[in-house]
């Protein structure tokens, strides 16, 4: 069967096409339409680039997969919303004031559920097709649970035969935590946490509080957290939260008078009895505006840097990874003593977090979906309708590439057309080693683009892990992050657990590790400053030529790895297409640009 996997209408919408079973495409709608996340966006474009890599017509479809199911009850989801708000309501007015948006939340869910009908999601979904200009046969829609399709995500793309598989997000219809087992080809649920108990809500209210944006820059607040771990030991932040997130023998429950439910004069994401409770251990941590984070070379730091918000980031990051630890370990004991552990949802995408489990005792193994967001649940929604169907789907993910390429004879003519001189290279890793073992910044757009928010060797930039200031250069001159931030090594797998302590095997930069501590010169610029380092691990086998890369770099350093951030500006989704990359390297601090067999340098300034 010809399979169409898609999310669309939220963060993150996607496509990919299963061919009996086997995937063949997957990109994110961000990537072609150049706005992060596409928010709300229906994947037109994505689906026209996966029907012409696979050179089918939508007639040639058996059936199209789309990763939400309100068939089976959206007018109950409405009932349990409202009696949610009901529920909480009393408790939510309790602290007083007036509210700036008193019934939003539950205004927005339920207008979420109705834009989620049955039959106003197929009309949307083929009006989307139909406005890309994608003609043929509608193909059948098939509508799947949105946690189930994060858990076939993972476990079918996992290297173990059987796990438990975690399925943590936001919401998805009604449902926010999700514990299934897979094992014989097939996927069993086992137990749900419903909304409101959502750790993506969780995560989200502090996100918004130190004034970055929920469901965007989480990655920042985890980050951040790391800057707290010298005072680790003395910290209070873990137990203070314990009344936003509690665990007990039921299992845990988020409090939505903190997050969602009551007063909110600050954001939409938290509520001002979330306020209350912090400023009332310390009342210097009031919310930080947006507008204050940012970093101005030339005015003060932003406040989150005080040590009194970081040990706060710190107690927010320790307080998820205690609960999802206990969650686990509960779950694994319960249903069957399972050893392996596949995780998928946007909270998976949490490297510290999976760091954390890896590192008890309890599992063997533990596998994430590298598009642990929604765009992976495109690809779970596939698996289920092709499974069904009677098609194999376990297959062990080995790499991630599988968007839009460009061939030398295609690049060739778009020089030209552009007017920029580019010179071929005969041996294009060699080039390229030599420039990054001189300190050069470059840019390498090579074969088809990675899925996922990672850059994985195909639309990165590289720089030497190890030169002076080469974080201060990357974040400043092409990247426009803060400083604070750290960045992440690709290092060449048999060479891996040389440097990072219990790393056999990490090929998606979905996992954190610390360094050993006698190589932390050798990767002082893609450590953070609490020991830890998200590597790539890179093998011949899934990426030969970024291989090859690691290997000539270091037969001119002795050092095997490479720093590897995104190929994007801060804010922007990765580059997808040529025009996209000089875009980026012309209008930063990048020196080299390696494209296919091109390279392009900039003359030297006056």
């Known amino acids: ?33 150049r ?3 596409s928010p709300d966006q229906f994947p037109g474009r994505a689906v026209q680039f996966c029907l012409s890599h696979a050179e089918l017509d939508l007639g040639d479809v058996d059936r199209i997969a789309f990763a939400w199911d309100t068939h089976k009850y959206p007018f109950l989801m409405l009932k349990k919303l409202a009696g949610q708000y009901a529920r909480h309501r009393s408790r939510a007015q309790s602290g007083g004031g007036r509210s700036l948006n008193h019934s939003s939340t539950l205004s927005s869910a339920l207008l979420n559920v109705l834009k989620y009908t049955p039959g106003r999601l197929e ?3 083929q009006l989307g097709l139909r406005e890309r200009g994608i003609k043929g046969a509608m193909p059948k829609i098939e509508f ?7 858990a076939y995500s993972t476990f079918f793309a996992s290297p ?5 598989i975690l399925t943590l997000d936001g919401s998805g219809e009604d449902i926010c935590t999700q514990i299934a087992v897979g094992r014989a080809g097939k996927v069993e649920i086992m137990e749900s946490t419903p909304i409101p108990h959502s750790l993506g809500w969780y995560y989200a209210a502090f996100t918004a509080y130190f004034g970055f944006l929920p469901y965007r820059h989480e990655g920042k607040l985890m980050g951040l957290a790391g800057l707290g771990h010298a005072r680790a030991d003395g910290n209070p932040w873990v137990e203070r939260l314990e009344p936003v997130l509690t665990l007990d023998d039921s299992g845990y429950r988020v409090d939505p008078t903190f997050t969602r439910f009551g007063v909110h004069s600050h954001a939409e994401r938290f509520t001002d009895k ?24 030339e005015g003060p730091p932003p406040r989150y840097l005080d040590p009194a918000y970081v040990d706060l980031a710190w107690g927010v990051q320790a307080r998820l990874e205690h609960v999802v630890r206990e969650l686990a370990k509960r779950a694994a004991h319960k249903h069957g003593g399972h050893r392996n552990l596949c995780i998928a949802g946007g909270v998976g995408l949490n490297c510290k977090l999976n760091g954390a489990l890896l590192s008890t005792d309890e599992f063997d193994g533990v596998f994430v979906q590298p598009a642990s967001n929604d765009a992976g649940s495109a690809l779970g929604a596939a698996m289920a309708v092709a499974e069904a169907a009677g098609d194999k789907i376990q297959r062990p993910l080995e790499h991630v590439n599988y968007g839009p390429e460009f061939g030398n004879a295609e690049l060739r003519d778009f020089f030209q057309h552009c007017k920029v001189p580019a010179y071929e290279s005969s041996d294009i890793t060699t080039s390229v080693a030599e420039e990054l073992a001189r300190g050069k910044l470059v840019g390498w757009f090579q074969g088809r683009a990675e899925f996922g928010p990672r850059a994985l060797g195909s639309r990165s930039i590289l720089a030497s892990p190890y030169l002076e200031n080469v974080s201060d250069r990357l974040n400043l001159a092409v990247k426009g992050r803060e ?41 002082a610029a893609a450590t953070h400053v609490d020991g830890s380092a998200r590597p790539q691990t890179v093998s011949e086998s899934a990426t030969p030529l970024f291989h090859q890369l690691l290997c000539e770099f270091r037969d001119r350093t002795g050092l095997p790895a490479l720093i590897n951030t995104s190929f994007n500006f801060a804010g922007e989704p990765i580059v997808s297409s040529p025009r996209d990359a000089l875009r980026v390297f012309y209008s930063t601090g990048l020196d080299v640009l390696a494209i296919g067999d091109f390279i392009l340098r900039k003359p030297p300034l006056d």
Request: charged share 25%.
């Open 35 to 37: 706005v992060k996340t």
């Open 144 to 150: 799947v649970p949105h946690h189930l399709c994060h």
């Open 274 to 297: 979330l306020v209350k409770l912090i400023t009332s251990h310390d009342p210097k941590l009031t919310p930080v505006s947006a507008l204050e984070d940012s970093q101005n070379a």
């Open 160 to 164: 173990f035969d059987e796990a438990l």
């Open 123 to 125: 009309r949307e979904i």
């Open 1 to 33: 069967m010809n399979v169409l996997g898609i999310f669309g209408f939220g963060m993150n919408p996607a496509a990919c096409l299963l061919r009996d079973g086997e995937l063949v495409a997957f990109c994110e709608e961000e990537r072609f339409s």
């Open 483 to 523: 400083p604070w931030r750290p960045f992440c090594p690709s290092i060449l797998a048999e060479d891996a657990p040389d440097y990072f302590e219990g790393c056999t095997k990490a090929p998606f930069m979905t996992t954190a590790f610390q360094v050993k501590e006698e190589k932390r010169k050798d990767l």
